[in-house]
């Protein structure tokens, strides 16, 4: 259980979050010209490296410890969790970071790579400091020693998500409500922190 735990909190963190974002979206592209196989090898290799590092840079941060710190990185994380929950229930205006976000993995797209190295390179770089990314750097935080669960549940979390994305595509550009499913992420953010502070109390008391 100890194991099992943070991979499905990754894995639906991650999962729900990435469910009609912009990401999903761009390997829905990729997919008109290249085999699903590569596209979510490519997804699985960017997710590695982005997810990745962000669990394993919290999971270094959490081995300075000592009780005091120890309680200081648990409430700064689950504060993060509630903060990245809450902040996505605000609505988004367009902004310069995001934009040239948005140009950079264009023209990424357009580059003749190897597709697998193509969709990897643009996971990567759409996915740092994104929400995801960040609660995978909390989660690094949370659960130290269960880094390979984190890993393995935030590459399901993304592949599972962007293979509906390109063999469902159709059906979920005419049936997905995006606001929904936006709100649901948001709510498990809440939940996962209301649940992180519970813990901390029941712990305390």
Do not use: W
Request: proline content about 2%; charged content about 10%; aromatic content about 16%.
């Amino acid at each position: 259980m100890e194991l099992i735990y943070p991979f499905l909190i990754t894995f639906m963190l991650v999962f729900f979050s990435e469910l009609g974002d912009k990401t999903q979206l761009l390997v829905l592209s990729f997919s008109t010209k290249n085999k699903a196989r590569n596209i979510l090898l490519g997804v699985a290799l960017g997710t590695f490296f982005s997810h990745g590092f962000a669990i394993l840079f919290g999971s270094k941060v959490a081995y300075f410890s000592n009780d005091i710190f120890q309680f200081y990185l648990k409430i700064f994380t689950y504060a993060s969790f509630l903060l990245l929950g809450l902040l996505g229930f605000i609505p988004k205006k367009q902004d310069t970071n995001f934009s040239n976000k948005s140009i950079l993995l264009n023209k990424f797209s357009h580059m003749q790579f190897n597709p697998i190295i193509m969709v990897a390179i643009c996971i990567l770089v759409g996915e740092l400091g994104d929400k995801t990314f960040l609660a995978s750097l909390s989660l690094g935080f949370q659960y130290p020693n269960s880094k390979l669960p984190l890993i393995l549940g935030s590459i399901c979390g993304m592949v599972l998500s962007d293979c509906i994305a390109i063999f469902c595509g159709k059906f979920l550009g005419n049936h997905l409500n995006e606001k929904f499913i936006e709100i649901l992420s948001n709510i498990l953010f809440v939940v996962f922190g209301l649940i992180g502070f519970a813990s901390i109390f029941i712990n305390f008391s």
